[in-house]
């Protein structure tokens, strides 16, 4: 018996997602568990097992589709068992039709729309005449779109399906036309961020609204405390594409790191401050005990354990550096969830220990690297990269001095550490050779004062240069 096999929900705030990649072909065999696509979601990209084994029997979304959560996108069964239709008698291909990357009118909505013109002209006996239904009323059609073709009419309707449920229902909220919104994501779709842009930047040249209603709310940016993401471009700004150039689509992670950094780089007032702090205790410390942690524990001892460590007993003295900014209040988090960053071939992510502070050296050490690892293979869970209060990158581990981060919204702090480097030092009127590293706090000026950061940062300097022989 076929199974379906359908777009899971990757989180309670995820509405959708994006088909990235297919790992089995159409009549090969799958197992059980077996990972059977990868799908890209705003939050985290992953590998989706098959519910059954079986045959793939068919696909229904194609990579690069994406499609409201519960989507049927494959079926699995028997080979040469027949494909049943979904549960509403259609197939679950309709639910994709009007979401398909290529951009132009189906046969079947052609044929639809013939259907329902040859019935609407279909002679009616006269008892029937006077049952005719009345005919709905189409809104006037605005100036600008009097003299255009049926397609662009078509196109218009397919924008106003590619874009998520959150943003129809933001548009639907402040009495706007989806279809006078560029979309910037995959295919043309209108994102979250291009609207909550449109809506900041006020009616613009060209916009047309939907006819207000009584008690209608005000637009979302007018006072949410939003900000505008993606504004026009000058001309003189955009690429000129010349010979030999060639060019490709954002991937879905990439686009929206794009939009997370524009839209914090935008949101917080971002001020920088570097420190520098005497490395040899802990170069020692690494020294003497990672063969017996590895062969003891397993993993590896690293760095960037002893910097982990060193932050999070900073973080629980300056409970700021844990906040968050919503308006005009601020939320102190009682649990300090680290957010460590992770360079992928493809991108970044950044998974979240939470109750960092519940944990000691090994404990964090331990859940950095499985968290690392899964991020890699694509099998980390939505609930492991959301969360996170504070954040720190290690950009030295490929040589780096120091960065200067932009902070993970909505979080108002984020640390980044440089290469741990022996350099000539001068202690008591001597010089000396001495392991030194630099590192650097990117925090959020409406909530963190520069006293409250230096005095954060000089903490963690204390505790790396005095870290203590007895937490090994």
Do not use: C
């Not at 959708?16 to 077996?34: H, S, Y």
């Not at 150039?245 to 939009?259: H, Q, V, Y």
């Not at 108002?412 to 290469?419: E, K, T």
């Amino acid at each position: 018996m076929s199974q379906d096999v359908i777009m899971p929900q990757m989180g309670e705030s995820i509405a959708e997602g994006t088909v990235t990649q297919w790992l089995k072909k159409v009549g090969e065999r799958v197992e059980r568990d077996e990972p059977l696509f990868e799908i890209s979601t705003d939050k985290v990209d992953a590998e989706i097992p098959s519910p059954a084994a079986g045959v793939l029997l068919e696909i229904k979304v194609q990579p690069g589709q994406t499609v409201p959560i519960n989507t049927v996108v494959a079926v699995v069964g028997e080979a040469g068992e027949a494909v049943k239709p979904s549960g509403n008698g259609k197939p679950a291909t309709a639910a994709v039709e009007t979401r398909d990357l290529v951009q132009k009118p189906t046969e079947k909505a052609a044929a639809d729309t013939t259907a329902k013109t040859a019935a609407a002209k279909a002679p009616m006996s006269p008892e029937d005449e006077g049952r005719r239904p009345e005919p709905a009323k189409a809104p006037p059609p605005s100036p600008a779109r009097a003299s255009e073709p049926e397609s662009a009419e078509s196109a218009d309707e397919r924008r106003k399906t590619k874009s998520s449920p959150v943003v129809r229902k933001i548009a639907a909220e402040n009495q706007v036309d989806i279809t006078a919104i560029p979309g910037t994501g995959i295919g043309g779709r209108v994102t979250k961020d291009d609207i909550i842009g449109f809506l900041d930047r006020g009616k613009q040249p060209g916009a047309v609204p939907a006819p207000a209603r009584a008690g209608a709310p005000a637009p979302a940016g007018a006072a949410s405390g939003t900000y505008d993401v993606k504004g026009p471009v000058p001309d003189a700004y955009r690429p000129r594409a010349m010979e030999g150039d060639s060019i490709e689509e954002l991937s879905t992670m990439r686009s929206k790191i794009a939009e997370h950094m524009v839209m914090s780089r935008r949101i917080s007032a971002h001020v920088q401050t570097v420190w520098e702090a005497d490395a040899t205790q802990i170069v020692k410390l690494r020294n003497a005990h990672k063969d017996a942690w590895l062969s003891q524990h397993g993993v590896p001892l690293t760095f960037t354990a002893f910097i982990m460590k060193a932050a999070v007993d900073a973080v629980k003295q300056f409970p700021v550096v844990n906040s968050s900014l919503d308006g005009n209040r601020v939320l102190y988090h009682r649990s300090i969830n680290l957010g460590i960053a992770v360079a992928l071939d493809w991108g970044l992510i950044v998974p979240v220990i939470h109750g960092a502070d519940e944990l000691n050296l090994l404990g964090l050490q331990k859940r950095a690297n499985d968290l690392a690892e899964r991020a890699r293979t694509k099998k980390l869970k939505p609930d492991e990269v959301q969360g996170g209060t504070f954040t720190i990158t290690n950009p030295g581990v490929f040589g780096s001095l120091f960065g200067l981060p932009i902070i993970n919204q909505p979080q108002v702090a984020i640390m980044g550490v440089g290469a741990i480097e022996k350099r000539p030092v001068v202690i008591d009127d001597a010089i000396a050779i001495r392991s030194r590293l630099y590192f650097s706090l990117s925090f959020d000026h409406r909530i963190v004062d520069g006293a409250v950061a230096d005095q954060f940062m000089a903490q963690v300097k204390k505790n790396i240069e005095g870290f203590d022989a007895g937490a090994m």
